[in-house]
Structures are given as structure tokens and as C-alpha cells.
């Protein structure tokens, strides 16, 4: 049975795709078999950030109709050993997904999968909603901004009142808050909310703090996971997100100024 | 603490309706007049409905209008009329007093002792507001989270936090174990009494019995602070606990 993972944020350009993309590698890293399912079905982006565009054939939107089987729909990623990715349609929209739909095709990846990784559309409408029907744990993607909190919070209540999980009174829905495009200076400055301000007000487990990093932009260009480029503080930071998903203990990294101003020193940056 | 002249506010009376099944002004008059004879300090100037869900035979404007004017003659004042939504007549914009949401029929309860002495005809009924009444408490161990709304029917105890942008409604009391950064009305149901407590006053907006207040005027008394709030005459006071 696999374990269904859906990462969603309210609001939209927080990196909700890039933390999928991000995660699902990861997951896939460590050896479990992983699926990374598009659900924003009418804005196609995980094809891109994953680099496998060009060999999008069928989509999710086609395995709910059975025009295709999942088998035809999933592709295998070329870097990444047990690493899926079902992407959404581009010509169709959200109405297209049904919760019977979804189900089928989820019940059927959960035979063959360890991980599910749903990559929520930005919003509360239909589209979000169903990304996270069926989810076992979800990964709240937030910036350190009012804004982005605000609907992180609302996100949250949306996961307790309307999944599967909270409509069937069941054990609730995992949470864990990853804070994204961290910028220390900007913390320091008092310009961008810190880890403390978001952990207050949303109140839910931190998964990790992804730092602002140029990697990240280069990676989505190139359509690799950050979290391959090892190299790079948000690379490492996502990977030691991955570790405590998966239950390890690992210290918060790339929070404070004098370390990253070290570091860009030593790299004569 | 404003600058405004006036506050608007939420406000809910207890009023007399007038339910009327057989239009004969003469007998409406006379019997309503008897009627007030009897206890002429509660009728002064007492506000009533006058509702015509009940009548078999329709009515003209002409005829509820002499019928508004007799009532107010008698030194009632009629604040509004109302009638079942599906029958309404086709006058019903040329009235010249206000046409009120049909009422809940559970919101009604006949006095009896009225009832026996009344006529057929005419039916006056006491609408009692549900209230005071006590109420099984409702607790909520989970934060509440923006755009969310609680509303208990007696207090209301959260042992979490109220999030920006979340709405917590009691008829009695609400006591927040956490910080309330969202809406809290405690009181809504017109109960001066009730009061909220938390442990860290971060509200949008406190109200009581349809008196308010907002975080610019909170921030200047007690703020990220445990405090209650309760009505003293007519105004909010915050105090810290």
C-alpha cells in the first residue's frame, strides 16, 4: 500500500512544483519506488521541471477516461532509478478530474508503488482539492511572506475538513510545513518573516527550510531536480528534508547569515 | 478610541407579532384594543410584526395598509410585515413599512393563556428568543485556521489557536487556550452577559452581543497578552488576566 503524499500551498508560485520534483527524486533515491502525479491538469509544468517533456504521450486526464492505461500514461524518469511521472493534460481543465477518477487510478499506482507524490495546482478550488482527497501526509509549501502564510493556514483547514481522511472521521492527515525561498538577510533585516514567525502562526511540524538559491532556477531550466545538484545549499537542503520524511534526524541548515556569508567568501562570491 | 460619530451594531429584540387569518378591520381593531386594555404597559409603544403568512384569503394593499394605520392608532409601532416566501403578494414593494425574512417556525411559541382568550380571528403570538437557555459546551483541541468558522450554541473552549482570518461564534462564552488572531463573537444571540477569554489577545475583531471592536483598538489595551473581554454598560472593556 502506497503512502500518498500530496504537496499543496493555497497560493500559487511558492515552488510547489519544484518541491515535488525535489522530493519525489529524493523518495526515488533512497530506493523506494515513487510516483510524481501533475494534478495542475490545464498548466503542465512538472513535464518541464522534470525534462521529460518531449516524451509526453498520454496523461492523467487520459488514463481517468481510459483512452489510455496507466502503463501507457506513466514515464520512467531517464536519471533516476524508480522514479514515475504521471503528467497532467495541457488541453484540458480541472473539471476533467473526478474523485472516482482519481481514486481508480490512484488504487491501481498504490499496487506498484511506494510513494505517490501529488503536485497540487495552486488555489482551494476543485483542482487543489482533489490533489489532496486521498492523501496520507501532506507537505505544506510556504514563503516567509503574510501572504503565503495566510493561505498555508487556510490550505490546513481545507486538509482537516474536506479529505477522505477527515469525512470518514479517520486518523488525520500527517502535516509538515516546508518553508521555501528562505533568504537569511532578508530575515536578519527584518524584511522577511523568520522560521519562528511561520512555525508560530501555522503551528505544524517543519519538514525543512529550502534557502534562496540561484540553483534553483538553473535547475528548473534544465529540467533536473534541484535535489540532484548536490552541490547546492537548496539541493542539500531538500535532501535533508527527504531524510526526515523519512523519519531521520537531521539539523536545520542554511538559517543564519554569518554561515552563508562564509561560504561566499570562501567561493569569493 | 474613534473619531466616528456612530457605531453601527448587531441587535436582536424580542417583539410582538401580529398573525393575522381573517382580514376584518373592525374586528382586528376592537380585539387588539381589548387585548391592550388588559395589560396597557406592556403594549405602549411595544414594536410588532404584522404577519399574513397564515391568512386563507389574500389581502389588498389598500386593506393592510388601514390595517397598519389602526395598529399604529392603538400606540404599537409597527417595525416591519411579513409573509410566507412562496405567497408573497404582488404589492409586496409598495409598503410603506419593512418586509422581514419569514420567520423560523420553531422561533414561534404560542402563548397559551393568550391563545384561549383570543378570538379566531386574530392571533397574537409572542416570538421568544432563543436564548439563555443553557447549552451543552462544545471544545475544540485543533487549531482553527483561516477561513474556518465555529459556532457553538452555548460556550465555546478551544485549546488551540484561532488563526488570522478564522471566525468563532458562541451564544455564551468563548475561552481560547492559545492565541486568537481570528473573529471571536461570544453572545451572538444577544447575551450582555458573555464574555471571551484568551490566552493571547491577537484578534481581528471581538464582539459581544453585537458590540465590537477591532485589533487597532485592541493593540492599544492589551495585545499578545492574556485578557478577557466583557460588556459594561453598553461598551467593551479589555482588561488583561
Known amino acids: ?3 500518498i503524499i500530496v504537496v499543496t500551498s493555497g497560493k500559487g508560485g511558492v515552488g510547489k512544483t519544484t518541491s515535488s520534483a525535489a522530493i519525489g527524486t529524493g523518495i526515488a533515491l533512497k530506493g523506494h519506488k515513487t510516483v510524481i502525479i501533475d494534478f495542475d491538469v490545464g498548466l503542465r509544468n ?4 522534470m525534462g521529460c517533456e518531449r516524451r509526453v504521450v498520454y496523461d492523467f486526464v487520459n488514463v481517468i477516461n481510459k483512452e489510455a492505461t496507466l502503463t501507457q500514461a506513466l514515464i520512467k524518469d531517464k536519471r533516476t532509478k524508480d522514479l514515475y511521472i504521471l503528467p497532467a493534460s495541457q488541453t484540458r481543465d480541472k473539471d476533467a478530474l473526478t474523485i472516482e477518477g482519481v481514486q481508480e487510478v490512484l488504487e491501481e499506482l498504490s499496487k506498484e508503488f511506494d510513494y505517490i507524490i501529488c503536485d497540487s495546482p495552486a488555489g482551494i478550488e476543485k483542482g487543489a482539492q482533489m490533489a489532496l482527497y486521498f492523501a496520507d501526509a501532506a507537505i505544506v509549501v510556504t514563503n516567509p511572506e503574510v501572504s503565503s502564510v495566510r493561505d498555508s493556514d487556510r490550505i490546513l483547514g481545507i486538509l482537516q475538513s474536506k479529505s477522505k481522511r477527515a ?4 486518523e488525520p492527515i500527517e502535516e509538515f510545513l516546508l518553508l521555501t525561498r528562505y ?3 532578508r ?3 527584518g524584511e522577511m518573516l523568520s522560521v519562528s514567525d511561520v512555525e508560530d502562526i501555522l503551528a505544524i511540524p517543519l519538514l525543512g527550510v529550502i534557502p534562496e538559491s540561484e540553483a534553483v532556477l538553473k535547475a ?10 548536490t552541490e547546492s545549499e537548496a539541493g542539500q537542503a531538500y535532501m535533508d528534508a527527504v531524510d526526515r520524511l523519512m523519519g531521520e534526524e537531521r539539523p536545520l541548515r542554511f538559517l543564519t547569515v554569518q554561515k552563508k556569508g562564509f561560504i561566499k567568501r570562501l567561493l569569493g562570491g | 478610541m474613534t473619531d466616528s460619530c456612530f457605531q453601527l451594531k448587531g441587535s436582536v429584540v424580542t417583539t410582538i407579532l401580529l398573525e393575522v387569518q381573517t382580514f376584518s378591520l373592525d374586528d382586528i381593531t376592537f380585539q387588539l384594543k381589548k387585548k391592550i386594555e388588559q395589560v396597557p404597559h406592556f403594549f405602549n409603544q411595544a414594536p410588532i410584526i404584522i404577519d399574513i403568512s397564515k391568512m386563507k384569503r389574500g389581502i389588498t394593499l389598500d386593506e393592510f395598509e388601514a390595517l397598519i394605520r389602526s395598529v399604529s392608532a392603538l400606540g404599537l409601532g409597527v417595525i416591519g410585515w411579513r409573509c410566507h416566501p412562496e405567497s408573497l403578494p404582488v404589492w409586496k414593494g409598495s409598503v410603506s413599512i419593512p418586509l422581514l425574512p419569514a420567520s423560523k417556525a420553531r422561533a414561534i411559541q404560542t402563548v397559551p393563556e393568550i391563545k384561549e382568550e383570543v378570538s379566531p380571528d386574530v392571533v397574537v403570538k409572542t416570538v421568544v428568543e432563543e436564548r439563555l437557555v443553557p447549552q451543552a459546551t462544545k471544545v475544540i483541541t485543533k487549531p482553527i485556521r483561516s477561513g474556518q468558522q465555529v459556532y457553538a450554541e452555548g460556550d465555546l473552549i478551544i485549546l488551540a489557536q484561532v488563526s488570522a482570518g478564522a471566525e468563532v461564534l458562541a451564544d455564551g462564552n468563548i475561552h481560547v487556550y492559545g492565541p486568537l488572531r481570528g473573529r471571536a463573537l461570544a453572545g451572538v444571540k444577544g447575551d450582555r452577559e458573555a464574555r471571551i ?3 493571547s489577545m491577537e484578534a481581528e475583531l471581538v464582539s459581544i452581543a453585537g458590540n465590537f471592536m477591532l485589533s487597532d483598538a485592541l493593540q492599544d489595551i492589551v495585545w499578545k497578552d492574556s485578557a478577557q473581554v466583557l460588556l459594561v454598560d453598553d461598551s467593551l472593556e479589555v482588561t488583561p488576566l
Do not use: Y
Open chain 1, 183 to 185: 533568504h537569511p538577510e
Open chain 1, 187 to 189: 530575515v536578519e533585516l
Open chain 1, 220 to 229: 528548473s531550466n534544465q529540467g533536473a531536480p534541484v535535489i540532484l545538484d
Open chain 1, 1 to 3: 500500500m502506497a503512502k
Open chain 1, 46 to 49: 512538472l513535464d518541464l521541471i
Open chain 1, 167 to 170: 469525512e470518514e472521521g479517520a
Open chain 2, 197 to 199: 477569554f484568551c490566552k
